[in-house]
């Protein structure tokens, strides 16, 4: 009686770009050894790995064509276009399943690197836990196209950014100017929109186009002289790192008149909770500082130069922000929310202490605070008097915080609290909260807003004496009710602008 035989194994081997001599030993001897041979193909055309390929795949091998249903984005498929791919995917892999379970060695060739903006990465999900697989690199296009434009891409420290041209145009300029070197794949169509956002970066020149890196058709010129109506799908944009920009060298001992600095609050987090007055005023300076995450809210532009840092060096940031200033740049500093409240003004201010920067002007403009977003999405809760509180120890000491948690609760003030826990600080809130109970009730009712104003915002409404500490971190800011604050019928939350005795009181 004869078993049931045991399971196949499944290849993923890169081919390298094109040219069939940029295969490696160990995928030739793979694909000459194979079972099964599998391959994508495009709507209405050839598998261009099979060509790659084509003098290596043995005559009893059993061919499998995976052709995709659709390639440009149009379907009548029910769930549309990825609704179709997922089901083509599906399909592809029961028929690779079918082989490997009959104890065929399967090999699906993949044009460049397997793991590399690959389709055989969408059959490795689907059958690497169930079958013995292994992955052969291979050449990749870029690396290919690197090559064939003779020109080094990135050098010692220097960052190197793998980019979709299907990013959207504004995130794409973001990213190239924050960059040194940068490769862009996924041209075809959306050339022109890659184009715009190569010149906005300050990229464009020295910007390279390849076309069918190591094929025999192998071309390649500068970006700005390549007609967009002839841009292929087999081609990429190198940008090497010795192109960007050199950083503007401030010098205090110019002679130019200081220009203003200008300190900005972008809002809590969407774009539109950006005021007229600070979309007008990005769009006049030349240089943004900030910290990183605030700085990549900025859309990058012509002419623009991003001076991105961490998130513990506000003086010196703010001083790189007074030098450009001196030597006459428009400049720029962000904050999130209003920079006025625990943001980059007061550091500013702090830094321009020295004399050095007598002349230089400073100018302020607001931005919608993460309280008031906090305050709007439950209600009204800080609709009468209230009191703003950091619970970060970082620029002044823990008794000094305590003691004024006390004051506010004696106060029966509403307490808006910022920074209130960190992976550094993880016992503060429990310790505000004891502080609190001793002088409001445990039903004071408790606001939690978390990442307000973005696709993952929460709200939750508890009480003081329900607050889980273990649940509030850096990205939530806690309002904690006055013995006046109530709940409506709805489950929202006020303040009354009238004063009430406590409850404490009566």
Known sequence: MTGKPSPGRLWGVGLGPGDPELITLKAARLIASADVIAFHAGVGKQSNARRIADSLIPAGAIEEE???PVTTGETAHPGGYAGAMAEFYEESAARLAAHLEAGRTVVVLAEGDPLFYGSYMYMHDRLSDRFETEVVPGVTSFAAATAAVASPLVRQTDVLTILPGTLPEAELA????DTDGAIIMKLGRTFPTVVSALRQAGRLEGALYVERASMAEERWLPVADVDPASVPYFSLIVVPGDTKPAAVEVSTSSTSEAAEVLIIGLGPGPDRWITPEV??????VQHVVGYAPY?????QREGLTRHASGNTVEVDRARVALDLALAGERVAVVSGGDAGIFGMAAAVFEAAEDEVYAEVPIRVLPGVSAVQAVAARAGAPIGGDFAVMSLSDRLKPWSLIEQRLRAVAEADLVLAIY????????TQVAEAQAILLEHRQPDTVVVIGRDIGRDEESLTVTTLGEL??????MKCLLLIGASSTRTTASGQVWTPRFAERSRAES
């Open 66 to 68: 995976l052709r995709y």
């Open 419 to 426: 920074n209130p826990a960190s992976r550094s600080r993880t």
């Open 279 to 284: 979309s007008a005023a990005l769009d006049g």
């Open 468 to 473: 889980d500490p273990a649940t509030i971190d």
């Open 174 to 177: 973001r990213r190239l100017a």
């Open 295 to 299: 700085v990549n809210r900025v859309p």
